[in-house]
C-alpha cells in the first residue's frame, strides 16, 4: 500500500521520530513521509511510534492508498525532498 504519514510531536521527540520513519518511508518535508510499505512494516512502524510520542500530546496520522498511481500530488513552491527518481 502507499502511504503518507504525518506526525505533530514536542521538540523533544521530533528527531527520534524523523530517524524512526526514516527507516520504514521516504522524508519529504517536515514532519512528512510517503511511501510504498507493508501492513505488516506499517503495524511495525506504528508500534515503534507509539512508544516515542506521548499520545496525550503528540499525534500521528497515516493516510492510505492502495497504490500510489491512485494520489495525485500537487507541489507548490520549492519541493524539499523529491521522490520521483524512486523506482
Same mark, same amino acid.
Given at each position: 500500500?502507499?502511504?503518507?504519514?504525518?506526525?505533530?510531536?514536542? #521538540?523533544?521527540?521530533?528527531?527520534?521520530?524523523?530517524?524512526?520513519?526514516?527507516?520504514?518511508?521516504?522524508?519529504?518535508?517536515?514532519?512528512?513521509? #510517503?511511501?510504498?510499505?507493508? #501492513?505488516?512494516?506499517?503495524? #511495525?512502524?506504528?508500534?515503534?511510534?507509539?512508544?516515542?510520542?506521548?499520545?496525550?500530546?503528540?499525534?500521528?496520522?497515516?493516510?492510505?492508498?492502495?497504490?500510489?498511481?491512485?494520489?495525485?500530488?500537487?507541489?507548490?513552491?520549492?519541493?524539499?525532498?523529491?521522490?520521483?527518481?524512486?523506482?
Amino acid at each position: 500500500m502507499y502511504v503518507i504519514l504525518v506526525y505533530d510531536c514536542a #521538540e523533544q521527540r521530533v528527531g527520534k521520530m524523523l530517524k524512526l520513519c526514516r527507516q520504514y518511508l521516504h522524508w519529504i518535508q517536515n514532519s512528512v513521509f #510517503e511511501g510504498e510499505i507493508s #501492513e505488516v512494516k506499517l503495524m #511495525e512502524l506504528l508500534g515503534k511510534a507509539s512508544r516515542i510520542i506521548d499520545t496525550d500530546k503528540d499525534s500521528v496520522i497515516v493516510f492510505k492508498s492502495r497504490d500510489q498511481k491512485w494520489l495525485d500530488k500537487q507541489i507548490i513552491g520549492k519541493e524539499k525532498n523529491s521522490t520521483d527518481n524512486l523506482l
